[in-house]
């Protein structure tokens, strides 16, 4: 197989060994035979080669695009090595999840990051109570089903296994109420105690075995206080609070400290940033923000703080940043391919990742990846749902 005039030209001849990474990839290439689809992708030395069988054709394929970068290579590959591209592979919507998520059976013995989807609002004010789920083997989004009490702008945090979604709206009212999902059984739990007061938009994080639920907005203003959650106790009780009122803001937790991140004081987006020691309960401030942000991404991730997207006081943002608590300072990070206002940020895998949110039009289901090597975001697929003001949890599984 050689490639000729932008297209690959399948030789009717045995291809000769592969001597270099192009040579392998047209070595793969040769020996799928016919294809019951008009695309895939074929990895290569950790790499997603692209490409589309010409209709007229069964001997000439057309490349669409090589952006070295996809989690979907170890499924492919495997694939690859079983001959299941060889014309029969399901459908991607028609593949299941490993049996660990539906009935809690070990399938690979495999520990992976799972994403979990929760909450959120949809195009039409309604509100989205299912569970999606990312598996990074399939390199699918997965409906599962489960729903919990409607809510929109939920705090979500995963903690000894199970994803918490605190608070949030219901489209009346500012909730006080905490559910757990448990992915071993595929259901949500409502033994959890609740909040000591009603809100939404605080974030939430884990920190040393506790949950906690920074700032946030009750319905008639920001607020300063901190709750944390004891699970061994299920009781929340309130810690120092905030210096600065805020709403909208990023939580993350890092180097046994947890920090609070710009968000909103009811008046504009804030810069400010400030961290929280336990051992001292007392909050300090820090190095503000580049620019000014609320309803961002935010986490923690290979030792530093990405924050991504948000809005600042004119429009939806793309623009990110990264904190180094050793430098106490804010670097940029290459913008985002999309502005994502409302989007959920976490590391998973080794991979930061962008998921949802609103660029200013339009909800978005895409989700982004940042590539650390290239310094650059790439595309990464769509959940199912469009869910602005849901939240993303991550769960370190066997599967």
Request: glycine share 12%; charged share 20%.
């Given at each position: 197989m050689?490639?000729?005039q932008g297209k690959w030209?399948k030789k009717?001849?045995?291809?000769?060994?592969?001597?270099?990474?192009?040579?392998?990839?047209?070595h793969?290439l040769s020996?799928?035979g016919?294809l019951?689809?008009?695309?895939d992708?074929?990895?290569?030395?950790?790499?997603?080669?692209?490409?589309?069988?010409?209709?007229?054709?069964?001997?000439?394929?057309?490349p669409?695009q090589?952006?070295?970068?996809?989690?979907c290579?170890e499924?492919?590959l495997?694939?690859?090595?079983?001959g299941?591209?060889?014309?029969?592979?399901?459908?991607a919507q028609?593949r299941?999840?490993p049996?660990?998520?539906?009935?809690?059976?070990?399938?690979?013995?495999?520990?992976?990051?799972?994403l979990?989807?929760?909450?959120?609002?949809h195009?039409?004010?309604?509100i989205?109570?299912?569970v999606?789920?990312?598996n990074?083997?399939?390199?699918?989004?997965k409906?599962?089903g489960?729903?919990?009490?409607?809510?929109c702008?939920?705090?979500?945090?995963?903690?000894?296994g199970?994803?918490y979604?605190?608070g949030?709206?219901?489209?009346?009212?500012?909730?006080s109420?905490?559910?757990?999902y448990?992915?071993?059984?595929?259901e949500?739990?409502n033994?959890?105690a609740?909040?000591?007061?009603?809100?939404?938009?605080?974030?939430?994080t884990?920190?040393?075995?506790?949950?906690y639920c920074?700032?946030?907005?009750?319905g008639?203003?920001?607020?300063?206080?901190?709750?944390?959650?004891?699970?061994?106790?299920?009781?929340?009780?309130k810690?120092a609070?905030l210096?600065?009122?805020?709403?909208g803001?990023g939580?993350?937790?890092?180097?046994?400290c947890l920090y609070?991140?710009?968000?909103?004081?009811?008046?504009?987006?804030?810069?400010?940033?400030?961290r929280?020691?336990p051992t001292e309960?007392?909050?300090?401030?820090?190095?503000?923000l580049?620019?000014?942000?609320?309803?961002?991404?935010?986490?923690?991730?290979?030792?530093?703080i990405?924050?991504?997207?948000?809005?600042?006081?004119?429009?939806e943002?793309?623009?990110?940043?990264?904190?180094?608590p050793?430098?106490?300072?804010?670097?940029?990070?290459t913008?985002?391919?999309?502005?994502?206002?409302?989007v959920?940020?976490?590391?998973?895998?080794?991979?930061?990742?962008?998921?949802?949110?609103f660029?200013?039009v339009v909800?978005?289901?895409t989700v982004?990846?940042?590539?650390?090597e290239?310094?650059q975001?790439?595309?990464?697929g769509?959940?199912?749902n469009?869910r602005?003001?849901?939240?993303?949890?991550?769960?370190?599984m066997?599967?």
């Amino acid at each position: 197989m050689q490639f000729a005039q932008g297209k690959w030209i399948k030789k009717p001849e045995t291809p000769a060994e592969p001597q270099t990474a192009v040579d392998l990839v047209v070595h793969k290439l040769s020996w799928l035979g016919p294809l019951s689809r008009s695309w895939d992708c074929v990895p290569i030395l950790g790499f997603c080669f692209f490409y589309k069988r010409r209709t007229d054709s069964h001997q000439e394929y057309e490349p669409i695009q090589a952006n070295f970068f996809a989690l979907c290579c170890e499924r492919c590959l495997g694939e690859l090595e079983m001959g299941v591209l060889k014309g029969e592979q399901q459908p991607a919507q028609e593949r299941q999840l490993p049996q660990k998520i539906q009935q809690g059976t070990t399938q690979i013995g495999q520990q992976m990051d799972l994403l979990f989807a929760v909450g959120g609002c949809h195009l039409a004010s309604d509100i989205i109570s299912g569970v999606e789920c990312y598996n990074p083997l399939s390199h699918e989004w997965k409906l599962l089903g489960a729903s919990c009490k409607h809510r929109c702008g939920t705090g979500v945090a995963a903690l000894n296994g199970c994803i918490y979604a605190v608070g949030g709206y219901d489209g009346t009212t500012c909730l006080s109420s905490v559910e757990r999902y448990d992915p071993m059984i595929n259901e949500w739990r409502n033994d959890v105690a609740p909040l000591a007061e009603s809100k939404r938009g605080a974030g939430v994080t884990e920190l040393g075995g506790f949950l906690y639920c920074v700032g946030g907005h009750n319905g008639l203003t920001c607020l300063s206080s901190v709750e944390r959650y004891d699970p061994k106790e299920n009781r929340w009780c309130k810690v120092a609070p905030l210096t600065y009122r805020r709403s909208g803001l990023g939580v993350a937790a890092l180097d046994g400290c947890l920090y609070a991140i710009g968000g909103s004081d009811g008046h504009s987006p804030l810069r400010s940033v400030e961290r929280y020691d336990p051992t001292e309960d007392a909050w300090r401030p820090c190095a503000p923000l580049r620019a000014r942000r609320e309803t961002f991404g935010c986490a923690a991730h290979q030792g530093k703080i990405y924050v991504a997207g948000g809005r600042d006081e004119l429009t939806e943002l793309a623009s990110a940043e990264r904190f180094n608590p050793g430098s106490n300072e804010w670097l940029p990070v290459t913008p985002m391919r999309a502005k994502r206002n409302k989007v959920s940020l976490v590391g998973a895998n080794g991979y930061l990742l962008a998921v949802g949110g609103f660029d200013g039009v339009v909800h978005l289901a895409t989700v982004e990846a940042f590539d650390f090597e290239a310094n650059q975001w790439r595309v990464f697929g769509n959940m199912k749902n469009r869910r602005p003001g849901g939240g993303v949890g991550v769960l370190k599984m066997t599967i």
